[in-house]
């Protein structure tokens, strides 16, 4: 039987796709791209946004139409916090949660056997550690070493979705990097829910800790972190993550506002001066880093002046890449019900204002590698173009052949816009 996967949302979301995928592949099933016909859809769904649930629900509906006989299987963030709303989507026979992501081929078996809709969406209190073995398409892997989340900021589902903090433990860790590592992948990210809670709920354990035992894999080259939040940018930290030498440059750090005033409501742990602070940390011990973030607009209550002040500061740090989202209202949290909720125009208005100022830094941050050579892993050549990424995950394009996939090449920047570097 044919299988299809599809994955919505964040590189956690990636990493169970893969374990599940890999679950059909023991099993006996081929896998085919989700625009073929298959026998079996996999739909893994995303709820941060209202637009991620309607996405999710594209995309039921796009499987529906491609095979209508096919079995539809949603899991994920969307279901474990809506399953009667997504069971009731046109199509959809099998419907679990994120903690019970491992158990797919028994709910498939079982719907296979039965025909009846299975709805099964397991307390998020479940621990489930799997380990996969290899990452479709890809020359980098990730690796999930934390999940869940206890920060309940005031306009996020996600620990509802996700439940408490669980960690994989170090030797778990290593092996499964080991055996990454001996399937030809050379970049490994270490990715959680919320990473910077690593090890809480392990003895005398952290994220560097993670760091180190990955490194000490010879085949591994490259190793990045998913997102960070501020407060784990300690001296300490940086120092001693800064002496391994296989950890790249780059750091996405989590920031939403630059308006402290925002930032409290939202139950952010941290004001934009600690973020700041965190920022200058980085710089010192990697001056060439990139730093990443994640900003809402439009949180309810957030005034001419607050959102003024946010775009000063974000001006201020000079990120390398800034990801903006509208906010988006999410039952059962907090900024639901708060009072000041922002018209949609407004919102579109001061995204249009927010990505001005990215476009304009990232276009400065990038231009300031012209005529310095970077190192370059190699994604993909396709008609004599070769792509990939530096240390400091800069996008690069420059002339080369295939044989250049996944090494590592040294390549001069001539040229460079908001998008790519580009050099030979």
């Given at each position: 039987?044919?299988?299809?996967?599809?994955?919505?949302?964040?590189?956690?979301?990636?990493?169970d796709?893969q374990?599940?995928?890999?679950?059909?592949?023991?099993?006996?099933?081929?896998?085919?791209g989700?625009?073929d016909?298959?026998?079996?859809?996999?739909?893994?769904?995303?709820?941060?946004t209202q637009?991620?649930?309607?996405?999710?629900?594209?995309?039921?509906s796009?499987?529906?139409?491609?095979?209508?006989?096919a079995v539809?299987a949603?899991?994920?963030?969307?279901?474990?916090?809506s399953?009667?709303?997504?069971?009731?989507?046109?199509?959809?026979?099998?419907?679990?949660?994120?903690r019970?992501?491992p158990?797919?081929?028994?709910?498939?078996?079982?719907?296979?056997?039965?025909?009846?809709?299975?709805?099964?969406?397991?307390?998020?209190?479940q621990i489930?550690n799997?380990?996969?073995t290899?990452?479709s398409?890809k020359t980098?892997?990730?690796?999930?070493?934390?999940?869940g989340?206890r920060?309940?900021?005031s306009?996020c589902l996600?620990?509802?979705?996700?439940?408490k903090i669980?960690s994989k433990?170090?030797?778990?860790i290593?092996?499964?990097?080991?055996?990454?590592?001996d399937?030809?992948?050379k970049?490994?990210?270490l990715?959680?829910?919320?990473?910077?809670?690593?090890?809480?709920?392990?003895?005398?354990t952290?994220?560097?800790?993670?760091?180190?035992?990955?490194?000490?894999?010879?085949?591994?080259?490259?190793?990045?972190?998913?997102s960070?939040e501020?407060?784990i940018?300690?001296?300490?930290?940086?120092?001693?993550?800064?002496?391994?030498?296989?950890?790249?440059?780059?750091?996405?750090?989590s920031?939403?506002?630059?308006?402290?005033?925002t930032?409290?409501a939202?139950?952010?742990?941290?004001?934009?001066?600690?973020?700041?602070?965190?920022?200058?940390?980085l710089?010192r011990y990697?001056?060439?880093?990139?730093?990443t973030?994640?900003?809402?607009?439009?949180f309810?209550?957030?005034s001419?002046?607050d959102?003024?002040?946010?775009?000063?500061?974000?001006?201020?740090?000079?990120?390398a890449?800034?990801?903006?989202?509208?906010?988006s209202?999410?039952?059962?949290?907090?900024a639901?019900?708060m009072?000041g909720?922002?018209l949609?125009?407004?919102?579109h208005?001061?995204e249009?204002?927010?990505?001005?100022?990215e476009n304009?830094?990232?276009?400065?941050?990038?231009?300031g590698f012209?005529?310095?050579?970077?190192r370059?892993l190699v994604?993909?050549?396709?008609?004599g173009?070769?792509?990939?990424?530096t240390?400091n995950?800069?996008?690069?394009?420059?002339?080369?052949?295939?044989n250049?996939c996944?090494?590592?090449?040294?390549v001069?920047?001539?040229?460079?816009?908001?998008?790519?570097?580009?050099?030979?």
């Open positions: 039987m044919k299988v299809a996967f599809y994955t919505l949302g964040c590189k956690v979301n990636q990493y796709t374990m599940m995928l890999e679950k059909f592949t023991q099993a006996g099933y081929s896998t085919v989700f625009d016909t298959a026998d079996i859809y996999v739909i893994n769904t995303c709820t941060v637009i991620s649930d309607k996405k999710s629900r594209n995309i039921i796009k499987a529906k139409r491609r095979n209508p006989d539809i949603v899991c994920g963030c969307f279901s474990q916090v399953p009667d709303v997504v069971s009731e989507i046109d199509g959809v026979d099998i419907v679990i949660g994120t019970n992501r158990d797919i081929l028994y709910y498939i078996n079982l719907f296979l056997k039965t025909g009846r809709k299975i709805i099964d969406v397991k307390s998020v209190s489930s799997e380990n996969i290899a990452f398409d980098r892997a990730i690796i999930k070493i934390e999940d989340c920060n309940f900021c306009y996600i620990p509802f979705a996700r439940g669980v433990p170090i030797g778990q290593k092996n499964e990097a080991q055996a990454l590592a399937n030809g992948y970049e490994i990210v990715t959680g829910i919320h990473l910077s809670s690593y090890g809480i709920d392990l003895e005398n952290g994220l560097a800790d993670a760091v180190e035992a990955v490194s000490e894999i010879d085949k591994i080259q490259r190793i990045r972190l998913g960070l501020p407060n940018i300690t001296d300490d930290f940086v120092k001693r993550i800064s002496g391994i030498s296989k950890m790249c440059a780059s750091f996405h750090l920031l939403q506002s630059g308006c402290d005033a930032l409290k939202m139950n952010r742990k941290y004001t934009s001066q600690q973020y700041a602070a965190s920022v200058e940390l710089h990697y001056p060439d880093c990139s730093v973030t994640d900003v809402i607009v439009g309810p209550g957030e001419d002046a959102f003024e002040q946010s775009c000063k500061f974000i001006d201020s740090i000079g990120f890449k800034v990801h903006i989202f509208p906010y209202k999410r039952a059962n949290t907090k639901a019900s009072q909720q922002i949609k125009s407004v919102k208005q001061r249009q204002i927010l990505m001005h100022i304009k830094n990232r276009q400065r941050f990038m231009s012209i005529n310095r050579t970077v370059v994604e993909r050549c396709e008609d173009i070769c792509s990939g990424f240390d995950y800069l996008p690069v394009k420059f002339s080369g052949s295939q250049l996944n090494t590592f090449v040294y001069t920047v001539t040229d460079a816009n908001a998008d790519y570097l580009f050099g030979c």
